[in-house]
């Protein structure tokens, strides 16, 4: 039997403590539920240093858990070796996108895909937006467009 190729898929944000933690608890319940998390490699990170080291928003992690999808998560910020080790990069808005896009410019040997989440909303809706600033509903919000994004990025990338 041929061994399954593995693939990376680092999920981006501003401050890796909402909406790339919701995209990846939601990837990775979906490989497990799907039976295919072995050829995954999966995780989450920051464009910016705001919340170094600080747990996920209580909110996200309260819409997770409603959603039977646990989450446990450290802050940490993307690296120049996410860029050679991932194979995509998925973020949530046109602001991360220019942020990873000028860090992969400096990178040597850049093989990450580097692309919006969004591009694979069968709704078209390429931004998803930051719940921060919102309430539980923006949060279920964010987490619904995850998981209809990441059901189609799964497809896409089988």
């Known amino acids: 039997m041929a061994k399954k ?4 898929v680092l999920f981006a944000c501003l401050g890796n ?4 933690l919701i995209a990846e608890a939601a990837f990775r319940k979906l490989v497990t539920d799907q039976n295919v998390s072995d050829n995954w490699r999966i995780d989450s990170a920051a464009t910016s240093t705001y919340d170094r080291g600080n747990p996920p928003d209580f909110r996200g992690q309260s819409c997770m858990k409603r959603h039977g999808t646990p989450m446990s998560h450290v802050a940490w910020w993307v690296t120049e070796e996410d860029f050679t ?3 995509y990069i998925l973020c949530m808005d046109e602001s991360n996108l220019r942020d990873l896009k000028r860090k992969s410019n ?3 040997n850049c093989k990450a895909k580097t692309e919006l989440l969004g591009n694979y909303d069968p709704q078209k809706q ?3 937006e930051d719940p921060y ?3 539980d509903s923006d949060f279920e919000v964010v987490y619904q467009q995850c998981a209809r994004c990441c059901r189609a990025f799964l497809e896409k990338a089988h």
């Open 106 to 108: 400096q990178v040597k």
């Open 133 to 135: 600033y919102g309430n």
């Open 5 to 8: 190729m593995l693939r990376s």
């Open 126 to 128: 390429l931004a998803i």
């Open 17 to 20: 403590i909402c909406w790339s």
């Open 85 to 87: 080790t991932s194979d």
